[in-house]
């Protein structure tokens, strides 16, 4: 089988997607053959060398570099399946497309949506869900119509900004109902970018010009005394037969993320080994309530493949509530979802076979419904 590992891409998160995307490519079971496809920052799409593929496999610390020869450009034909690839007019003949690309352009719905035009299976959730997770305003008006609990929350759009008192009434109602300290948010962006901590009406005003910069919409959250803590979740959650070992719904950890920053923000997510504990320091009913809450909160998004779904314990009241989930979370040395994986006994190499085997299943499930009379 041909899997195309697909990473890069227009995103804040360009060079985390390159180390995952190694780490992935690189424990690929190597009875398959792997395409490796670079998207640069600027979104051209080329196809690299198979010695690319080489030098990670040999360096374990290694990230993924992009090539942009000429010839090697590739693009993608809707409707053509495991023909739709062509890089320097060959045709690449694809099983199955393995995306590692974290943020805008890769999480949000755009390549899973190519993809569904190509006709070519992919690991992953689909379209809406990825859509959707992306935003998260949105995934939180889900999971609050689910019955699930959420951090309170307010929401300020561009346009607000266009009318001064607009403005400051949602600031002001924001402070009144939430209380400093606030952290402020990007809907839609990824690896904490553009987030911050308020404890001031000074550093929120300077929070949200910032966060402004990587989105129209913005979140202001209750800032919790909380531990932070994340479930890895597989499986596909709109398809997966009773009987089918691979596509069943599962959760592995929960792991807890130790601070040593003011928050997790870009830097400890991606440069601090020493910044998870797998299991989380919680109660045993407490970590079987985060997977069951895991599980309820993948389901009601349509999720499949796999995500990560992150939690705040409020060390107060002891009270549980959902933050975010990532569809395409880090796959980096330091990564949690990889290291829960493996805590509950599947190892990196079986948790690859196991996405791509779980994306073939759904796909062959959403290829044999009818779409004609």
């Not at 998160?13 to 398959?32: M, N, P, W």
């Not at 792991?255 to 040593?260: H, K, S, Y």
């Not at 040395?333 to 805590?343: H, Q």
């Amino acid at each position: 089988m041909t899997i195309a590992v697909i990473y890069g891409g227009k995103s804040g998160e360009h060079e985390i997607s390159l180390t995952s995307g190694a780490a992935v490519a690189r424990h690929i079971d190597r009875k398959h053959t792997v395409v490796l496809v670079g998207i640069t920052k600027d979104g051209r799409w080329f196809l690299q060398d198979d010695a690319e593929l080489e030098r990670i496999r040999g360096d374990e610390k290694a990230s993924f570099r992009i090539s942009e020869k000429n010839g090697t450009e590739v693009s993608v034909m809707p409707g053509m399946g495991m023909n739709a690839f062509i890089a320097g007019g060959r045709t690449l003949r694809i099983d199955v497309v393995f995306p590692v690309l974290h943020g805008t352009n890769g999480e949000d719905g755009t390549i899973q949506g190519l993809l569904e035009m190509a006709d070519v299976p992919y690991v992953g959730c689909a379209p809406m869900t990825s859509a959707l997770t992306m935003d998260k305003e949105k995934t939180k008006a889900v999971w609050q119509n689910a019955g699930l609990p959420v951090v309170p929350y307010v929401v300020i759009r561009r346009t607000d900004l266009l009318d001064s008192r607009i403005y400051d009434k949602i600031v002001q109602d924001a402070v009144d109902t939430l209380h400093f300290p606030l952290f402020i948010k990007p809907c839609c962006a990824g690896s904490s970018d553009g987030a911050s901590k308020a404890r001031t009406p000074k550093e929120l005003s300077v929070a949200l010009m910032e966060a402004f910069h990587w989105d129209d919409k913005v979140l202001i959250e209750k800032a919790v005394n909380a531990k932070e803590v994340e479930c890895a979740v597989t499986g596909n959650a709109a398809t997966a037969p009773a009987d089918s070992e691979t596509e069943q719904v599962k959760a592995y950890g929960p792991g807890e993320i130790v601070l040593t920053h003011e928050f997790y923000d870009y830097n400890a997510k991606y440069n601090d080994s020493d910044g998870v504990r797998i299991p989380a320091d919680l109660p045993d009913e407490m970590l079987e309530k985060v997977r069951t809450t895991a599980v309820a909160a993948y389901k009601a998004v349509d999720a499949a493949g796999y995500s990560r779904v992150d939690f705040f314990y409020d060390k107060d009241t002891g009270k549980l509530y959902l933050n975010e989930i990532n569809t395409i979370p880090g796959f980096t040395a330091i990564s949690m979802f990889p290291k829960m994986c493996e805590y509950a006994g599947i190892h990196f190499t079986e948790l690859t076979e196991l996405l791509i085997q779980e994306g073939i299943q759904r796909y062959r499930t959403h290829a044999a419904l009818q779409t004609s009379r």
